[in-house]
């Protein structure tokens, strides 16, 4: 299936913030939603969508790179830039948390928008320092999530193991940091409702993959690929809070 010769245009990026990859990758599921980019169809260039969302290249660029390594499109060298056969899939396999804003701690986005100015680059720290048996460790933490009975124990199960990535880097003050943000995300019951339901079961698998992947990348000792993965990991989170809102 092609685009048409005048394919709709997305909507524009409207935000008085630098256009980050997380707000183009935000965009870009948008217009999977809602149909304007067809499973399968091949994607304006770089340059046209930076135009249609009224961003840089670079933040398109790196949107894109990111949904390729999520296997949301394949590159064909000399054709361009084609969306996944199954995109519209990655709606059910999407934690989409709904997050309000709080007077007393701060909100799921400014913590996330947080953590991505330093967590990735910590995996360098973890990779040196991590020790065979807190792999393990993780391991198991990670098998929880993916069996998670409720969607409270789900997030726990997810705050465990990024708790034991910050312990893992051995600095008293990383740790400080991770304990402060499961308090205050724990204050507010992780902006949940009905928590002691079971989340869906294609969100469990598709975040123990993403974890897995990690941990995975430290196990390897393999410091570039666990930023790289931590930090999409992160910028996925981030464009898809209220992202319906």
Known sequence: MAYSAAPPELTAITTNDRATPSLVYRSLLRGIKDGLMVPGAKLPNERELAQQLGTSRTAVRSALAMMERQGLVHR???????????????????????????????????????????????????????ADDEISEMRRTLAEIVSAPSWEDFKESIYALHRQMFASTKNKFLVQIMNSILNERRAVHFDGRNTDKPAPEPVRKQTHKDLQLIVDAIAARDAARAEQLVSDHLTRSLATINIWQ
């Open 76 to 130: 064909r060298v000399g054709s361009g830039t084609f969306l996944a056969d199954d995109a519209h899939d990655v709606f059910s396999r999407m934690d989409q948390t709904k997050a309000a804003s709080h007077e007393a701690v701060p909100s799921f986005a400014e913590i996330v928008e947080g953590r991505l100015l330093f967590e990735p680059a910590m995996m360098h720290l973890v990779v040196t320092r991590v």
